[in-house]
């Protein structure tokens, strides 16, 4: 994943945070094991187009995507290649999709629908 999409979702030094200071998930094991969730939220980076097919995958089963498709912006046909086959997925389970910044993408099943106006005072972009 782009650090710089991280920098944007978590802040950088100049804003008080740093990557250093927050927790590995990967690491953080909290009883995956034994708990479950209905839905999960789930980072994809979109390098080609079969990424795309796990991310059509992730949304039938109900879950909330972020993707990063920054890889792929210099390719204008792959890029609204995966962004169309995504958008039909997102309208076949009554879902949404947003950006979210230059080359991020949220992605939403049905029942949940993005608000997309800003919280606060900051840039969140």
Do not use: C, H, W
Not at 30 to 49: N, P, S
């Amino acid at each position: 994943m782009s650090q710089s999409f991280f920098k944007r979702l978590f802040g950088n030094k100049e804003g008080g945070k740093n990557l250093e200071e927050y927790v590995d998930l990967e690491e953080l094991e909290l009883g995956r094991e034994t708990r479950e969730a209905e839905i999960y939220v789930r980072i994809a980076e979109i390098r080609d187009i079969e990424d795309a097919s796990t991310v059509k995958e992730q949304i039938y089963s109900g879950n909330i995507i972020m993707m990063d498709i920054s890889p792929i912006l210099d390719n204008k046909t792959l890029k609204d290649r995966v962004v169309r086959d995504v958008r039909k997925a997102v309208e076949d389970v009554g879902g949404d999709i947003a950006g979210i910044g230059k080359g991020e993408v949220i992605v939403t099943p049905g029942r949940i629908k993005i608000d997309r106006r800003i919280i606060g005072g900051g840039d969140f972009r």
